[in-house]
């Protein structure tokens, strides 16, 4: 994914691409500082976190945005998250989420909301990534609650 990303930051240089580069210069800012940070180069699960991570900073931005009537802003940052998508992995539908919870719960038979650990300790290497982490917690704490 590394090399992806570096490939497709010289081909938006190339092709003067400002919104593609700007985003890109901006993951590849991230990936940098992370690497410092962990003292090794990334893999393609810890670029998919960094990514994520922007896609959800992206995301909070938006609602701001909103609050504010910036509409100039808001379609801005969707074409960002946009762009970070690409990198993503493909992104499972609900049924398909809500399958894999419904066989963590199977598996755990957790008795009460105190066993959420537990469930998204199962879930989180199946999911993440492939869908967004907090709307499976929302699911969790709700099939929890039942």
Same mark, same amino acid.
């Given at each position: $994914?590394?090399?992806?990303? +570096?490939?497709?930051?010289?081909?938006? $240089?190339?092709?003067? *691409?400002?919104?593609?580069?700007?985003?890109?210069?901006?993951?590849?800012?991230? $990936?940098?500082?992370?690497?410092?940070?962990?003292?090794?180069?990334?893999?393609?699960?810890?670029?998919?976190?960094?990514?994520?991570?922007?896609?959800?900073?992206?995301?909070?931005?938006?609602?701001?945005? #909103?609050?504010?009537?910036?509409? *100039?802003?808001?379609?801005?940052? #969707?074409? #960002?998250?946009?762009?970070?998508?690409?990198?993503?992995? #493909?992104? +499972?539908?609900?049924?398909?989420?809500?399958?894999?919870?419904?066989?963590?719960?199977?598996?755990?038979?957790?008795?009460?909301?105190?066993?959420?650990?537990?469930?998204?300790?199962?879930?989180?290497?199946? +999911?993440?990534?492939?869908?967004? $982490?907090? +709307?499976?917690?929302?699911?969790?704490?709700?099939?929890?609650?039942?």
């Amino acid at each position: $994914m590394r090399e992806k990303i +570096l490939e497709d930051l010289k081909q938006a $240089m190339k092709n003067q *691409d400002k919104e593609i580069l700007t985003v890109i210069r901006m993951v590849k800012g991230a $990936m940098q500082m992370e690497e410092l940070k962990v003292k090794h180069p990334l893999t393609d699960d810890e670029m998919i976190t960094i990514i994520t991570r922007e896609i959800k900073t992206r995301k909070e931005s938006i609602s701001e945005f #909103e609050k504010g009537n910036r509409t *100039d802003l808001i379609e801005k940052t #969707e074409q #960002e998250i946009k762009i970070l998508e690409q990198y993503m992995p #493909e992104q +499972l539908s609900d049924d398909e989420v809500n399958k894999i919870i419904d066989e963590a719960f199977s598996t755990l038979k957790p008795a009460a909301p105190s066993d959420m650990g537990k469930i998204m300790g199962l879930l989180t290497p199946k +999911l993440k990534g492939k869908t967004d $982490m907090s +709307l499976v917690s929302k699911k969790v704490r709700e099939k929890l609650g039942k």
